[in-house]
C-alpha cells in the first residue's frame, strides 16, 4: 500500500509552503507536491487607490524585501504620470535599491542557508539553525549579527524607514542626501564589503568543496532563466532591459512594458500562487522532468547566468571563477548559494560606486508630477527574482489595474520541478530518514522562496 510523506511547514525559508511527497507500493516516488500557500490579494487591495499611496501600500507584500516592491511601484507610477524622475533621485533610488540587496543576502546565506552547510545536513534538528550556529562557530555568528545589524541601520539613519520604505516618490526621492551622510555611509559599505569579500573566500574554502556532489546532483533541472541587463549586457539590479534565456544559452531582450508578449501565467490547483512560463518561446507548459516547456528560473542564478558581464572588478573575477568551474548557464540549483555570494560583492560595490558619484548629493532630489490616467510597468531585480509592477490609472491618478509577478513567483515551478528531482533521487525502496528530508528541504531553501 502507497504512503503519504508530508514536510509541513518548511523551515529557513522567507515564505510559507509545505510538501506532499506520496510514496508507491514499492516505496519509491510516484509523485511530490509543492503547495504554496501566498494569496496574491494586493493586486485588489490597491485597486481605487490614489497611485502615490500603492508605492507605500505594496511594500507590505514581503516583509523581507520592502524595498525593491517599494522601488518597482514607484516605476510603474512614473510611467502611468509620466513622470521625469530627476538624476540625484534616480541614483539615491538605484543605491538604496543596492543596499537593500547586501542585508538580505546576508540574511539568507547565514541564517537560512548557512545551518545546512556549516552543521551538516544529517545535523539533528534541533542545531541545524542560527543558535546551532552560535554553538559551532561563536565568532563568525557575532559578526554576521553585527554586519546584518549594520547593513539595516545604514538604510535607516538615512532613508527614516527600513522595513516599510516610503522615501521613494514619484518623479524621485523624498529628500536629499548630506555630505555627512555620504562619508558615513561610504564608511559602512566598505566595511560590508571587506565582509563580502571575507563571505566568498570562508564559503569557496571551507563550505563549498565539501558539498560539491550535493551541489551537482540535488534538484538539478534543465530550465531557461530571466533577468535584468543595462545595455552594455551587465548585471544591473535596478533598471535595464529584461532577458529571457533559453536552457541552450540563447536569448531575447526586451523592455519590461513588453513583459506579457513574453511571459505567461499558468494557474494551477494545488498553489494560490499562478506559475509563469515563456509564452514566446512557443511551446507551452510542462514541468515534465525530461522535457519541460516553458520553464525558465530567476533569481540569483538566473542573474548571474544571463549577464553577459559584471561591471564591478571583484564580482567580475567571481564570476570569470564560476563559469570557468560550471559553464554558462550553470544548471546546478545548489549554485544558487554561490551565485548568492557573488551578488553579495557586485552589491557592495555598486554602492560604493553609486555614492562616490558627486550628483548623490544634489539637493533637487524630484520633479513635479501631475497624477493622470496612463499605463506604468516598473520593475527591478529583488533578491528573490525580477520583479515587476503593471498599473493603470484613471484620469484623476488612482489605480484602475493592477498586475504584479514577484520574484519566487516566477520559480514556482522551478521550485516544485527542484523537489521532485531530489525525492525521486533520495528516496528509494521506502527508505527515509530526516536527512533525506534535510535534503529535500535543501532544494527549495537554494532558491530562497
Known sequence: MGRKINIQPLSRIEGHASIEINLDDSGNVKEAITHFSSIRGFEKYVEGKPAE??????????????????????????????????????????????????????????????????????????????????????????RVVQMRQLSQMMMEKFAGRVIHPIAGV????????????????????????????????????????????????????????????????SLNFYDGKLRLMKPDGSYDDFDDSDYLDYISEHPVDVSYGKYPYAKSWNEGFSMDLDAPKGIYRSNCLARINICDQISTPLAQAELEEFRKNFGRPAQQTLLYHWARLIELVYACEKTLELLNDSSITDQKTRNDVTPKGGRGVGHVEAPRGTLIHDYTTDENGCIKSANMIVGTTHNLAPISMSVEQSARMLIKDGNIDETILNKIEMSVRAYDP
Open 53 to 142: 499611496e500603492v508605492t507605500r501600500i505594496v511594500t507590505r507584500i514581503c516583509g523581507i524585501c520592502p524595498w525593491h516592491h517599494h522601488m518597482a511601484s514607484v516605476k510603474a507610477v512614473d510611467g502611468c504620470f509620466g513622470a521625469k524622475v530627476a538624476p540625484a533621485g534616480h541614483i539615491l533610488r538605484e543605491c538604496m535599491q543596492n543596499m537593500a540587496h547586501i542585508n538580505d543576502k546576508i540574511l539568507h546565506f547565514y541564517f537560512l542557508a548557512a545551518p545546512d552547510f556549516v552543521m551538516g545536513p544529517d545535523a539533528d534538528y534541533s542545531v541545524r539553525n542560527i543558535i546551532g550556529i552560535v554553538g559551532a562557530a561563536p565568532d563568525l555568528a557575532k
Open 170 to 233: 514619484p518623479g524621485g526621492f523624498s529628500k536629499p542626501m548630506s555630505e555627512s551622510q555620504k562619508k558615513e555611509l561610504v564608511e559602512n559599505t566598505k566595511e560590508l564589503l571587506g565582509f563580502a569579500k571575507f563571505s566568498m573566500k570562508y564559503a569557496k574554502e571551507e563550505i563549498f568543496p565539501k558539498y560539491l556532489d550535493l551541489v551537482t546532483t540535488l534538484g538539478t533541472i534543465t530550465t531557461g532563466f530571466i533577468g535584468t541587463v543595462d545595455d552594455k549586457g
